[in-house]
């Protein structure tokens, strides 16, 4: 289905609200039925008709729709956060015993899911590096029920080929997922390649308006139901009308924003190339980026992300830098309308965070929608006390 067409008119309904352009927030939680026969034929279909806002909401089920459609998926459903619709995904395809193949480098609550969380449980995981289908081939045991994807991760950006995990995921019957949040659905659309379960933060650039914290699961039909009937209504992490009231109206201008942000990365890498003071840079479409070949087969943008380890030889000089920038906010998150500068010498002090992949030097920036000039500037000056 055409993009516009999804963005601006699927699963809006505009007779059943007085010809609104914006559709109305349904802020109830229950709705009432006129007959025996529509109770009952409501009961028996909880995930399509409106029994009770838990389960299926009028403007929470226009952004399902929306979502569905743009990751070329039969269903979707939302939580309260992309923790949340991940979490669902994983719990919802293992029991104890089972075991799960985790790309090396997920999201941190991700990783706490497996190690933590999941452990408790007796669920048993490996991490392996996602960059070699070898890798995963050989973590594979035969209680292996779940590989999960994250392609790219976003700090370093690591790829997995994704038509080679779904057709080696297929032929072994365990069910594949991946958190598509760098990409978005238009940048990349895991379906086609035969990934079974999307999973995004849509706190980042589906929402991108940096005021919502909400989490997107796309499958099949008969996976959303199955994950529906259980995680969704017996942990009930949804998300309320408003929010998702918030969220299309985020939606409607995702392409603009994403191309916007994804300009403005790309000119101000163009410059940092040629400057004395970084080392290299992380970026999958950019030349030195080890996986820039797979990353062009199967992505068709990267957007407004990117890491940098600059050059300098002091700790305090890093500091400087990161306290001279003033259009930069220092900040987690990304997708939003503002840039932002993750520097990560300000968490490896706190034990357990240290990477010993990642040096102090590194930071990873998000270009939001600013004038790619004025962002400029900032970090020109603020590189002059590396
Ligand atoms: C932010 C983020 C998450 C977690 O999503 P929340 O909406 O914060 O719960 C998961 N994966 C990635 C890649 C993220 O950036």
Redesign the pocket.
């Known amino acids: 289905m055409n993009i516009s067409e999804i963005l601006n008119h699927l699963g809006e309904d505009r007779e059943q609200y007085f010809n609104a352009i914006s559709p109305p927030i349904i802020q109830s939680s229950n709705f009432a039925f006129p007959n025996l026969h529509q109770f009952r034929t409501a009961f028996a279909d909880e995930l399509n008709q409106h029994v009770y806002s838990r389960g299926n909401n009028p403007t929470v089920e226009i952004l399902r729709k929306k979502l569905a459609a743009l990751e070329g998926t039969e269903d979707a459903l939302v939580f309260s ?4 619709a ?1 979490a669902a995904a994983v719990i919802g395809n293992v029991q104890t015993g089972d075991h799960i193949i985790c790309q090396q480098a ?2 941190s ?2 990783s706490a899911l497996l190690r933590k969380f999941l452990a408790r449980f007796g669920v048993e995981h490996t991490f392996v590096d996602g960059t070699d289908l070898r890798n995963i081939e050989a973590a594979y045991r035969p209680n292996t029920k779940v590989l999960y994807l ?1 392609s790219p ?2 700090m370093t950006f690591e790829c997995q080929d994704l038509a080679a995990c779904a057709t080696w995921a297929k032929a072994k019957g365990v069910v594949t997922m991946i ?1 598509n ?2 990409s978005s659905p238009l940048y990349q659309q895991p379906a086609t390649f035969g990934i079974d379960i999307v999973l995004h ?4 650039y589906l929402n991108g308006h940096s005021d919502v ?3 997107v699961l796309c499958a099949s039909k008969e996976m959303v139901r199955k994950l529906f009937e259980s995680e969704l209504m017996t942990l009930g992490g949804i998300l309320s009308p408003h929010d998702a009231a918030l969220v299309i109206r985020g939606l409607r201008t995702l392409p603009l924003r994403l191309q916007r942000s994804d300009a403005s990365a790309r000119w101000i890498l163009d410059k940092l190339d040629d400057h004395p003071k970084v080392e290299r840079v992380w970026y999958p479409f950019h030349h030195q980026f080890e996986q820039l070949e797979l990353a062009q087969k199967q992505m068709g943008g990267c957007g407004g992300l990117f890491s940098v380890q600059f050059k300098t030889d002091s700790p305090e000089k890093m500091e400087a830098f990161i306290h001279r920038l003033k259009r930069f906010l220092m900040a987690v ?2 997708g939003g309308h503002e840039s932002l500068i993750i520097p990560t010498i300000g968490f490896y002090h706190i034990p357990g965070r240290e990477n010993p992949t990642i040096p102090w030097t590194f930071c990873r920036f998000y270009i939001g929608l600013e004038e790619p000039e004025w962002l400029w500037e900032d970090l020109e000056q603020a590189m002059e006390v590396l």
């Not at 933060?201 to 980042?204: L, Q």
């Open positions: 956060s992309g923790a949340g991940i997920p999201y609550w991700t994250e991760n976003t958190d949040s760098y933060s849509g706190t980042k914290v909400v989490g998150s990304w």
